[in-house]
């Protein structure tokens, strides 16, 4: 692990010593198989110590992991097929979106061949970050522009005429602020893909794969299936924005994630997801093969329901999308105190 948090170094350094001692065993022909057992379990235990603890601050740093797979790992490794479809047919292409047409059901990483008899096309978009210091730059740090939300737009409007089901992979920091993206109609970019989602007919499934940042977040965001991994944050703001609003000191982040109440269990109890995904110990930058496993796993229980009925139900699943969403808040008026 190349790049780690400060509560992630007493793993770090014990991962060191147990791979210093397998690479000095292989080295000198010594047999430390106990010695090395017995460190094996002391990663395992220290691992599940740490993240059983973990501050809403330590799960927002968590969800920003520069090791996180991203929606392009995900891509590669569930839809291998994927074809790439770029640009807005108005102003430019935006490669904080990643859009495409690519095979359902998604590829088995335990069994590649093993895809099942029946196949449909099936439209990706989501939000795609960078590694690099140049992908970065690119990717704009996986923070749209208007074209970015009005390729989305023009994608969806595609799947929808050709029937295709929706899966979205959503990790934002936010919609781009700048002053290049107010200019071409950032907010309004926004509403209309927000408007779009909920005008569709075909089933929509939204994940959250790492941030989920206020509105450039929920652009992508209005499924009829919502689900969130493990160790990724949704919410209507970040952290850093939220402390500047509230007590003028962005430095207050770590103080504002406790009140946003951003993390998936939390969510999940107010009825803004539908399920919350697990991640391999320690989370999904440890392990991105069996990460993008409970994914498809995930995929497979709550998308497949929804595609059965694809054909007969649109209006249906439309209407099911909106009172999702208009639910969402509700006061327990029966139950409020008097």
């Known amino acids: 692990m190349e790049a780690f ?3 992630e170094k007493p793993i770090v350094n014990l991962e060191k010593k147990l791979q210093d001692l397998r690479e000095l065993a292989k080295a000198e022909g010594v047999d430390f198989a106990s010695e090395i057992s017995k460190l094996e379990k002391k990663v395992s235990q220290l691992i599940d110590e740490t993240y059983a603890k973990l501050t809403p601050w330590q799960k927002v740093q968590l969800s920003r992991h520069p090791g996180r797979p991203y929606t392009r790992d995900y891509v590669d490794l569930l839809f291998p097929d994927f074809m790439e ?3 807005d047919r108005a102003f430019g292409e935006d490669q904080a979106i990643l859009g495409g047409v690519a095979m359902w059901p998604p590829v088995n990483p ?3 061949d093993d895809r099942g008899t029946e196949r449909i096309p099936v439209l990706i978009l989501g939000h795609q970050k960078g590694r690099n210091t140049k992908q970065k730059m690119e990717r704009n740090f996986g923070m749209a522009k208007p074209e970015g ?4 737009i023009r994608l969806m409007e595609l799947a ?3 029937r295709m089901p929706i899966i979205t992979l959503i990790d934002t920091p936010g919609a781009y602020p700048g002053l290049d993206a107010e200019e071409r109609g950032q907010s309004q970019a926004i509403a209309e893909s927000i408007h779009a989602m909920f005008q569709l007919t075909v089933p929509v499934a939204a994940i959250v794969i790492g941030e989920g940042g206020s509105g450039g977040a929920l652009a992508l965001g209005c499924a009829n299936v919502v689900l969130m991994q493990e160790y990724s944050v949704y919410s209507v703001i970040s952290p850093e924005s939220c402390a500047s609003i509230l007590w003028s000191d962005s ?3 770590e103080r504002a994630s406790e009140r946003l109440k951003m993390s998936p269990n939390e969510l999940l109890k107010f009825g803004v997801i539908d399920a919350v995904i697990p991640e391999p110990k320690g989370g999904a930058h440890r392990d991105i093969g069996l990460a993008g496993q409970l994914l498809r796993d995930a995929l497979i229980k709550h998308f497949e329901p929804l595609l059965r009925g694809r054909r007969k139900n649109g209006k249906k699943l439309m209407n099911e999308r909106l009172d ?4 969402m808040g509700e006061l327990a008026l029966d139950h409020a105190p008097m």
């Open 251 to 253: 430095s207050l982040a």
């Open 5 to 7: 948090f400060d509560f």
């Open 160 to 162: 929808e005429r050709c």
């Open 110 to 112: 335990a069994q590649p």
């Open 324 to 327: 999702k969403f208009r639910k």
């Open 85 to 87: 479809l770029q640009g």
């Open 149 to 152: 939300y009005r390729k989305a």
